[in-house]
């Protein structure tokens, strides 16, 4: 088979559909110490439609009997559209990750689960930007960045990338040569250490007022747009706050499930404690049980108590992973942008989110 074979117009190709393809594994990129980007394409013939900034959950077989779910940002653009890629960091704990590192390779196959999210300039416009970033969390500004690089050079971005030291500085290179060729993006890296050998000249220490406003001086009339470790994206919150400034114009992206609601909340919803428990009969179809949904409880709750399996990751309606189709019944479905408005049309919800309203079938 030759590359012309592979040739496509792309008006002869179809999107990905998370429900009917597998990604496969095209590339194995080492991009610093325990970070790694790795490039999928279709496994058949089909082209990437997202946002810049969003995420896609993979369903990665660390053991034979139980997949885990792991949630990882398309560092990729979709004005690219034949290929995405994720940057990930393998911490000491990482399961799912270190799992990748160490045994994905070109060839191999994946379901996955997206793309989803919303945290992209197209959902939160302005007329300029401020990127802000530490570690992997630079990876959903890198996709945002490199579509602007392809569709919209005269942006106006200021990036900010903060590192412990010169070599973690994810992408330096390329975002400077990105720099050269958008008239009106200013680039600027802080790091928190440095050796004699790395040559450093640039700032030092954590990001701070007096820092920003020296890369960033109209830092207060930008839309900002901050991804990192949880207590980075605080710190920088509580920043901007101190300043007095507008947070309605402040973003951040964060895989942390959303709280349930308190018990005495979903009592009063469901109507527990006043005539009696409200409990509904929930039917999986394809497993072939029944149970009983306790009030409060939600969809995957009662499977899981029933011995049936659906997938999950983040529990919190945010990652899509826990997706069953709705056969009959109605639901009260509290999501965080898991789930597309026409996939609720087709009849699909997320067990992690969905309570029943009376008795209902699901398709697992």
Same mark, same amino acid.
């Given at each position: 088979m030759t590359i012309v074979s592979s040739f496509r117009h792309f008006d002869?190709?179809?999107?990905?559909?998370?429900?009917?393809?597998?990604?496969?594994c095209i590339s194995v990129t080492h991009e610093?110490?325990?970070?790694?980007?790795?490039?999928?394409?279709?496994?058949r013939d089909s082209w990437f439609r997202y946002l810049p900034g969003q995420f896609v959950t993979l369903e990665l077989p660390v053991t034979p009997d139980e997949p885990v779910h792991r949630?990882?940002?398309?560092?990729?653009?979709?004005?690219?559209?034949?290929?995405?890629a994720v940057t990930v960091k393998a911490q000491a704990?990482?399961?799912?990750?270190?799992?990748?590192?160490?045994?994905?390779?070109?060839?191999?196959?994946?379901?996955?689960?997206?793309?989803?999210?919303?945290?992209?300039?197209?959902?939160?416009?302005?007329?300029?930007?401020?990127f802000i970033s530490a570690g992997s969390g630079i990876t959903p500004m890198m996709s945002m960045t490199r579509w602007m690089a392809d569709c919209a050079p005269q942006t106006d971005v200021t990036f900010l990338s903060c590192a412990r030291q010169p070599d973690d500085l994810l992408f330096r290179e390329e975002l400077e040569n990105i720099a050269r060729n958008m008239p009106k993006m200013n680039l600027g890296f802080i790091v928190e250490t440095h050796a004699p050998r790395h040559g450093w000249h640039g700032l030092r220490g954590r990001i701070e007022t007096s820092k920003l406003a020296l890369l960033s001086p109209d830092f207060r009339e930008r839309t900002v747009f901050c991804c990192g470790p949880e207590p980075f994206m605080k710190g920088v919150k509580a920043m901007l706050e101190s300043v007095g400034f507008d947070m309605n114009r402040y973003h951040e992206e964060s895989f942390q499930p959303a709280a349930a609601p308190a018990a005495e909340e979903l009592a009063i919803r469901d109507g527990a404690g006043q005539d009696g428990e409200t409990v509904a009969t929930i039917t999986f179809t394809m497993a072939g049980k029944e149970a009983?949904?306790?009030? *409060?409880?939600?969809?995957?709750?009662?499977? /899981?108590?029933? =011995?049936?399996?659906?997938?999950? #990751?983040?529990?919190?309606?945010?990652?899509?992973?826990?997706?069953?189709?709705?056969?009959?019944?109605?639901?009260?479905?509290?999501?965080?942008?898991?789930?597309?408005?026409?996939?609720?049309?087709? *009849?699909?919800?997320?067990?992690?989110?969905? /309570?029943?309203? =009376?008795?209902?079938?699901?398709? #697992?």
């Open positions: 002869e190709l179809q999107p990905f559909n998370d429900r009917q393809q597998l990604l496969e610093a110490p325990d970070v790694m980007t790795f490039g999928f394409k279709a496994d949630t990882y940002t398309l560092s990729s653009t979709p004005s690219r559209p034949f290929s995405i704990t990482s399961i799912g990750t270190r799992w990748m590192f160490d045994h994905l390779k070109p060839g191999m196959k994946l379901k996955a689960f997206g793309p989803l999210g919303d945290f992209s300039f197209v959902r939160h416009p302005g007329e300029k930007y401020l009983m949904c306790q009030p *409060g409880q939600t969809i995957l709750q009662t499977a /899981r108590s029933a =011995g049936v399996r659906i997938g999950a #990751a983040c529990e919190g309606g945010l990652c899509g992973t826990c997706r069953v189709m709705k056969i009959s019944g109605e639901v009260e479905m509290n999501h965080n942008g898991g789930i597309l408005d026409d996939e609720i049309d087709e *009849g699909y919800i997320l067990a992690c989110c969905s /309570r029943p309203l =009376g008795d209902v079938q699901i398709e #697992a």
